[in-house]
């Protein structure tokens, strides 16, 4: 495919990783053209050690299909210690993201699939938390194969070269400098938060078909989007693509009714047509056309999983969504719409948290979980207003774009 190598750089790069510095990779098997490529980029950037974590998910079919439930809980203790040493050495995390299969669960039964899943979310819980505060650098992204091509254009004999025909422009590789196209699009990005950051806002308003909902902020979130800093200073960019700017709002304060416009990917399947309606900050009661069996078994798993932990707002027109593809992954979806995401917050989106453990963040109005889960509802008839302290409103997007931002 073309651009491998001048792909496999960029991304390195945006990672800010260091002569001396190691870097973590997790993928699929079919992602290894690219792990290597990514790997020799590190290497030749003077990394010290690459390490990869291949994921099997047929192997988890397996256990879900075979394993005793009272197993299925089970981790052993040594990849707890992994998630420690990746935060505590300063690793630099590379996650692949594009499944050789992405309808393998799809007939799992969800309690297995929860059992695991929760499981699996408590022994990432303080990693979540530290790649949350970036106390490390890290970044998602994208790699195409024959089976998630397959899922995209509907046909079965689309290939991964048709799908990286769509992410070559996304990834800007179609300019002369990747890299620089992609700092001068995070710089836009930058100017468009401080406008919303300007704006001091209290609350967001969301308005289109089915979704009429209030998203209260608290005074000290602030907008980000493009790059993030880590706490040593380094920038880099978290996800790869990234259209939006976001913010942590004040978990407790939202209420009214959100429809989804897009599939969630969710524990191994798939929601569709969802739908959700606050009080008070929490999801008081909710429905899907495809999937609510899935919800119910997310929700399990934490109770602050029915609250947010993140508000987006992403520009109808951008490269992801202008390709009119459902990219049922959900790090493309997002870029696509506008969304929310339940669970965890992101510290680094609200000032003043150095240190904050989490009952302090929670008593802040910051929400921690051990999950995290983006729900696309924008739409080309969504307006956003904000409304100020004083009750002042101030249009922020109209009919899915930005006003004067």
């Known amino acids: 495919m073309k651009g491998i190598e001048a792909y496999t750089r960029m991304i390195i790069e945006t990672l800010a990783l260091k002569p001396g510095m190691c870097l973590n990779i997790t993928g699929e098997p079919e992602h290894r053209e690219f792990i290597e490529a990514f790997a020799e980029a590190a290497y030749t950037r003077g990394a010290k050690y690459v390490s990869v974590d291949i994921s099997m998910p047929g192997i988890l079919k397996t256990r879900l299909t075979h394993s005793s439930q009272e197993h299925l809980s089970f981790f052993p203790s040594w990849i707890q210690e992994e998630y420690r040493a990746l935060i505590d050495e300063n690793w630099a995390v590379l996650s692949l993201t594009g499944k050789e299969d992405p309808d393998l669960l799809m007939d799992a039964d ?14 990432r819980e303080n990693y979540l938390a530290a790649i949350s ?16 091509a397959r899922k995209v254009f509907g046909r079965p004999d689309a290939s991964k070269e048709d799908l990286w025909e769509i992410l070559y422009p996304i990834y800007r590789l179609h300019t002369p400098s990747p890299i ?7 710089s836009r990005l930058k100017e468009r938060c401080a406008g919303l950051n300007a704006l001091g806002i209290d609350r967001l308003e969301f308005k289109a078909p089915g979704t009429d909902v209030s998203i209260g902020l608290l005074k000290e979130s602030r907008w980000l989007g493009g790059t993030g800093e880590c706490v040593d200073g380094r920038t880099f960019f978290p996800n790869i693509p990234s259209e939006e700017v976001f913010t942590t709002p004040d978990y407790r304060q939202t209420r009214g009714t959100i429809t989804l416009t897009r599939p969630v990917p969710m524990m191994g399947s798939s929601v569709e047509g969802a739908w959700f309606e606050f009080e008070e900050g929490k999801v008081c009661d909710y429905g899907a056309v495809k999937g609510k069996e899935i919800l119910d078994e997310y929700f399990a798993i934490d ?23 459902i990219f049922h992954n959900i790090l493309f979806d997002e870029n696509a719409a506008c969304h929310i995401a339940l669970g965890n917050g992101y510290t680094d989106a609200v000032d003043g948290l150095e240190q904050t453990e989490r009952d302090g963040l929670l008593a802040k109005g910051v929400n921690t979980a051990p999950v995290h889960t983006d729900l696309m509802f924008g739409c080309p008839e969504l307006d956003v207003d904000c409304v100020n302290a004083d009750g002042t409103r101030i249009p922020v997007m109209r009919k899915g774009r930005f006003v004067s931002l």
């Open 180 to 186: 620089e196209a992609l700092r001068d699009h995070a």
């Open 303 to 325: 109770p602050q999983a029915r609250y947010l932990g993140e508000v987006a707002l992403v520009e109808e027109g951008n490269p992801v969504g202008t390709s009119g593809l």
């Open 133 to 148: 505060a970036n106390k490390i650098t890290w970044c998602v992204t994208g790699i195409p194969t024959d089976g998630w």
């Open 110 to 123: 969800p309690v297995r699939v929860g059992i695991i899943q929760k499981a699996s979310a408590k022994l």
